[in-house]
């Protein structure tokens, strides 16, 4: 009995949740009379859109009594809100609340349909239009047993668009619908603080809200499922003060439904079926169907508890012929509760009866259930089947191609990798070969150009010591012996001797400038470019940060040459009347640039008019491993800019 | 008929110019040949144990660098007279010797009166170049202009710098390596005496080179 009777009232409780769920998401207010005036307002409205919003309402009103007449009003706002979208998505809000209960997918698709409207305005009325449309979807998403969708579309969707339209009324309201779910599955912690939270928001608008009635008591209730009875007591004290205020509210008759489950809870039976009898007589007043048929299984509880078999028979009995809707699973319960109740009274054969009854009704239940679920659960099963092999199609495709390409990348990269040391050995061996050349070359070149230096030197010497120091004595001796018959002839005989030792002593310096043997590089430069100078030519040089004394004189008599090579050209070919030498070093760089202001010579031909002079330099700054760029053009001078890398075994 | 005659020491590795000087020296009056040697090392000996009043020098000779040795003489000897005589006509070498002792700078090809006299000026404490000289001492001199002389391609470069031109496309754009850029950018900067960039730039178009 106990088992049995835990299990009644878990039944009981849930067909009561749905029930009060369907009170707070249809606002209903009472019904004809309230149709009845929207109409004559109706008639006196002027705009098509005025009167199509009343014709929803007035279809709206009418969807509990009379669908058909509901259906034909909002169809017919529908027809006048063609032309205005916003009016439209209040049709098919409408439309939806009319479909809800009976159709779920029409009544969704006509929510969905509203809210795509709706999104485009941003009004306070829209937001709370889309509020409302979200919280009638989670509504039948719960009438479909989807919990979980209903609180996740209440929570995220209804409750801030709620929020944002500021209807804080409605916003308290979506928080006691999130609860209830909780509250059925006995998360009562989580319950209590929705229900409470939806009372701390109503406080602020309006104490006297009747909200508070219904979490009042949806509190108690779950007090009472947590057997703390002390709380419970105290929320259903509270809620009476508003029974009082609302007695026609659908809460008002569950308060009394709750006050009794605590009494029954409690041991209490006079004064639960009192309760019970309160609340009858108020569901009576209000012909709630419902209400009625939830107080009098109650009732039906308490005799059966009390051992009164007789009146729980003539309670159920009651609830059985009363035409209170009763649905499948009712019907089915109370026959199992005749059957004990009958062999409770010892009448076996009424008993057997009824039991009878409901085998043969809960195997047909049961064969119906059986058979919606095993076509849900094959459909699932294919589902799956097919998601399988589709998954292991692809990815066997996926591997393959994979696979594909990595053995052309790795082909790619291996042949690349080849091909990249197979050059790179042959450009090193290349490079060898190269690079012995030029050791070779450069051998040569340093041996060939030493022995001439070597030779120069000596052949210098040898000229301007001896040969030019005979002449000199000649003359020294000329002039004294000849001092006293000074004639023309040969004072001309003496000149032509000076001018036969300057010579000999520009020859011997140009083979071997004495001041860079003596000086080093910037001294004999610094002669050179003077002694070059004349009334027509001007040589100006300038020496910025060289320090050629670091340098082995090789490199300086070779970096001379080229210089002197150069500014000899100016000299000889150029008619220039200014040139320009610059020397200037950055660590093992010695950079060389000589300009003048002279005719120039033509580039292209330039190749074959190159004379032996530029070939000289050119073998010269090849052998110093430096780079030379010649820029000249016809009227424009020419412009020697030399780079030099003084370091290395030189 | 001279009471007292100038003594000339004469150091000279060729023997006829040694004998063409003698000969002059000896025909004048006031002068009168010590001694004549072939090596600057027997001069300084005979310096040691002798006074001279004129020391007529050959430069390149061997052994001794006759710089080197004018410099030894004259600090030994301050009163003695040092005419470098030589046919070396390098700026370098002249003002060489003149920075080291020497208080004339004969040519050896010069004229026998030339050589007289500038004896005389020497002890007189003038001397008058030979006008060969004097062409390679003060012609052509390098003008000392206040504005730095840039070559063409500093110009370049002092342009593109001041465009903002990094060294990297300065150094792509005119074929050139970027270490080479480098040094051309701190060459700027010594030849305008700045430190950097902005300034070498500030201080170019102040002189109007940009």
Redesign the interface.
Known sequence: MQIRNAHINKQVTNWLLSLVILITAHDAIGQDTASDSLLLLYKKASGDTAKARLLFEIGDHLSATDTAKAIRYIQQGMQLAKSNRYTQAIGHFYQGRLYMDYNYDAGKAAFKKANNLFEKFSSAESYLYQSRSWSNIAVIEQYQNNDKEYTNILLNKAIPLALKSGDKVRVAGYYTLVGLPFMNNRNLQKAIYYFSKSNDIIRNVNPENEHFLGNYVNIARSYCFLKDYNSAKKYLDSAYRYTQLFPYSGYSIDYYIVKSMYHIDLKETEKGINSLDNGLKLARKNKNPFEIRELLYQKARIYDEQKNYIEAKNTIQELLNGGYGLVDGDRKQLYHDLAYLHEQLGDTKEAYKWLAKYTEFADSLTAKNNKLEFARLEAKYNYEKKEKELLLVSSKEKMQRILMWTSFGGLFTASLLFMYFYRLRKAKSEQQVQSLKQQQQIALTQALLQGEEKERARLARDL??GL??????????L??AL?EISTPQVDKAISQ??HS??EL?RIA?NMM???LL??GLE??L??LC??L??EKL?????F??THAEAFSKQVQIIIFRIIQELLTNIVKHAEASEA?L?C?Q?GA?F?I?V?DNGKGINQSGYGSRRGIGLDNIQSRVDFLKGKM?FNSEPGKGT?T?I?IRTDGTL | MAPFKLSVIIVEDHSIIVEGLSSIINNADELELSGAFSTAEEAMEFLETNTADILLLDISLPAMSDIEMCRLVKQKNKKLKIIALTNHTERSVINDMLTNGADGYLLKNTSKNDLIESIFQVLDNKFILQSELQKVLFSNTQTSNTLPRLTTREKEILLLVSNGATTAAIASQLYISSQTVETHRRNLMQKFEVNNSAALIKKAVEQGFL
Do not use: F, W
């Open positions: 301007h010591d030019g120091g005979m002449l000199a004595g000649v003359k020294i001796n002039t004294h001092q001797l000076d030792i300057t002593r310096r400038p004495e001041a003596r000086s001294t004999a610094a002669d003077q002694s100078s004349n001007k040589i100006c040089h300038s910025i940060n320009y610059q200037s950055d760089y950079y640039t300009e760029d412009i800019n780079e």
